[in-house]
């Protein structure tokens, strides 16, 4: 039996989970591969820090060098995170034709068309299941059994840390303070939590799948993005009254030649499979012509989940390695598309106004919507809690009009004297 031999740059969580997958299941790949992988180097760091794991303190390198340049390791398992070194210690395993395997979005949703014009050039392949769901199979299903699907549409929740704060504040009217320290207590969200939060970490996953169904090359810095920072008891509630989870969504969608996306707090309907997920689950919600309406649901993070990821990996182009096929198999990520971006494009929207309670306001304010073209679907009225100030709450769901458009009616409106505020402005998907 042939031994692949690998090395590894990282050994903090992910790394933990991958060297612990690929050691308690070694025999059973050796079984069903048919062949042996074994991590013969280790990017480590800060060697006295205990990792958890048994290995031979020989493997721990310093020198990324001993990796990338090791004529006898032929993949390189990048798990160190961040655009930067990352981007250019795959680049150089590449072109020293070595494959990659790696989780890291970031790194893929900015650099992903020319890591991925190395491994063309340099017939070897590059693969990242864990950057996308983490323990989630969503990349292989995408460019494998959907290949023959145009897709339509995706919908996901891809962020554990926020779902798990919004579900904590939904089911337990908990704030968001309390949810996110109670959140970084368990694991579930960084020191610096700014990442998840803000909506960049989705942003990332949106970008890496949209190069891979409709093969856009769209930094994460040109997708309209929103965190969950801005969510609150008052609007979870209001959400509830009208049938709905508030969520945040990473969102794409075909319309014609053209391409929609964004990535915000969403307003979904509790009888839609995504208003299920709950907690540190995670769900990618797929539309194709043909196969219809899929969901992959599972868990995003945590050691054990990636790691069982990446390793899924490590055994793809190990075996063809083993098969002397690598060179055959085509970069995943494609950027060959002609269709249009138009960022945030069209939506029904929930807005909630705190103004003046008085007679002909909602009049007043359905006369400058209707000069936009703006249609209301629901509304709700609310004036008891703040009577004593002579303020009423209004929450209107609007039909479909574009974000633009539907901007340009709110500062409309916000230059009026009876409208004190607008409170929220989010996203309805229906």
Do not use: W
């Not at 903090?12 to 059973?28: A, C, D, F, I």
């Not at 150089?92 to 190395?118: D, F, I, P, W, Y």
């Not at 093969?215 to 609150?232: F, H, L, Q, R």
């Amino acid at each position: 039996m042939r031994t692949i031999k690998a090395g590894m740059l990282g050994i903090g969580n992910v790394g933990t989970g991958t060297y612990k997958t690929l050691q308690m299941n070694r025999k059973h790949i050796q079984d069903t591969a048919g062949v042996d992988i074994e991590i013969v180097k280790i990017l480590n760091r800060r060697p006295h820090v205990d990792r958890g794991i048994d290995v031979d303190p020989s493997v721990y390198v310093q020198d990324v060098d001993l990796i990338l340049n090791d004529p006898e390791i032929e993949v390189v398992i990048e798990l160190i995170g961040g655009v930067e070194p990352a981007t250019t210690y795959m680049a150089q395993a590449l072109k020293n034709g070595k494959h990659v395997v790696t989780a890291n979005k970031a790194a893929l949703a900015e650099n992903g068309k020319m890591l991925s014009k190395l491994a063309e050039e340099n017939h070897v392949m590059l693969r990242f299941e864990a950057s996308v769901g983490g323990g989630i199979p969503i990349i292989k299903p995408l460019t494998g059994p959907l290949y023959s699907n145009q897709i339509e549409e995706i919908l996901g929740i891809v962020n554990g840390t926020t779902n798990y704060i919004l579900t904590q504040m939904t089911d337990n009217g908990s704030d968001y303070d309390a949810v996110l320290k109670d959140a970084q207590e368990k694991g579930f969200a960084e020191a610096d939590p700014s990442g998840d939060v803000e909506g960049h970490d989705v942003a990332n996953k949106l970008a890496v799948l949209m190069s891979l169904v409709f093969g856009m090359d769209v930094p994460p810095s040109k997708i309209p993005t929103e965190g969950i920072t801005a969510i609150n008891k008052v609007d979870i509630s209001y959400a509830t009254q009208f049938g709905c989870k508030i969520k945040l969504i990473a969102a794409a969608k075909k319309v014609g030649n053209a391409v929609e996306c964004d990535v915000q707090p969403t307003l979904i309907p509790v009888s839609h499979p995504l208003a299920t997920v709950s907690n540190e689950f995670n769900a990618i919600f797929v539309t194709g012509n043909a196969v219809d309406d899929l969901m992959f649901y599972g868990k995003d993070a945590g050691p054990l989940p990636t790691g069982s990821a990446v390793v899924g990996d490590l055994i793809e182009v190990a075996s063809a390695i083993e098969k002397n096929c690598a060179f055959d198999i085509q970069p995943l990520l494609r950027y060959d598309s002609d269709l249009e971006f138009l960022g945030e494009g069209s939506n029904q929207y929930y807005v909630r106004f705190e103004v003046e309670d008085r007679p002909g306001i909602l009049g007043a304010i359905s006369s400058t919507l209707g000069r936009y073209e703006i249609g209301i679907e629901s509304m709700m009225q609310s004036s008891q809690s703040k009577q004593a100030e002579g303020l009423a709450t209004l929450v209107f769901i609007f039909y479909e009009t574009g974000r633009s458009v539907l901007d340009q009616a709110l500062e409309e409106l916000k230059s009026k004297s009876f409208v004190k505020s607008v409170e929220s402005v989010i996203r309805v998907q229906k």
